[in-house]
């Protein structure tokens, strides 16, 4: 029984692998090498239905950002990835972001439904009140042209927050 485990690790040449294990410049390169994975698994066309995914891929993407970046993923009818967005950049602690701008680039993808992402640089990923509110003016928003909004992620180096699990969606 231990042979299949004993193969699958011989197998993964990364296994062994620590972060203490690795320079700078190799953690780097892995870095590099995962979000190259990511965005093939991520590409336009594929069907987005595995929220861990999507939060190890945004993780990744966002790990390290001095400042707040918002972003979308506009998703056909069928949840099928069209493009993922950075669409405003901020400060450490916030960024402004239009809802017009929002629902015209979602209108420009021709979009059915959106998941908003943004980062903490602050490795903090509880919500603020700003996050709720433009959470609440985005969705109203996108549904004067029916977009459905799916989900609002916070995103931290270590962590994130689903605002739909939490019931604020």
């Given at each position: 029984?231990?042979?299949p485990?004993a193969?699958?690790a011989r197998?993964?040449r990364?296994h ?7 320079s ?8 590099a ?8 698994r991520?590409r336009?066309?594929r ?5 861990q995914e ?7 993407k966002l790990?390290?950002?001095?400042n707040?970046?918002f ?7 069928r949840?099928?990835?069209?493009q993922?967005a ?9 960024a402004a972001v239009?809802p017009?701008v929002?629902?015209?680039?979602a ?8 998941i908003?992402?943004?980062?903490h ?7 603020s ?6 959470t609440?003016?985005?969705?109203r928003?996108?549904a004067?042209?029916d977009?459905?909004?799916l ?5 931290t180096d270590?962590s ?6 939490r019931?604020w969606i």
């Amino acid at each position: 029984m231990s042979a299949p485990n004993a193969a699958s690790a011989r197998e993964d040449r990364f296994h062994s692998l620590t972060p203490a294990s690795l320079s700078i410049a190799e953690q780097s390169s892995v870095v590099a090498l995962a979000l190259k994975v990511l965005s093939g698994r991520f590409r336009r066309g594929r069907t987005v239905n595995a929220p861990q995914e999507v939060q190890q891929f945004l993780r990744l993407k966002l790990s390290g950002r001095r400042n707040e970046v918002f972003g979308v993923i506009f998703l056909d009818a069928r949840n099928r990835l069209i493009q993922i967005a950075e669409l405003f950049h901020g400060t450490v602690d916030g960024a402004a972001v239009y809802p017009r701008v929002v629902v015209q680039k979602a209108l420009d993808n021709n979009a059915a439904a959106v998941i908003l992402v943004h980062n903490h640089p602050s490795n903090i990923s509880e919500p603020s009140e700003a996050d709720r509110g433009i959470t609440l003016k985005l969705g109203r928003a996108l549904a004067l042209v029916d977009i459905r909004l799916l989900d609002h992620l916070v995103v931290t180096d270590s962590s994130f927050v689903s605002l739909a699990d939490r019931g604020w969606i």
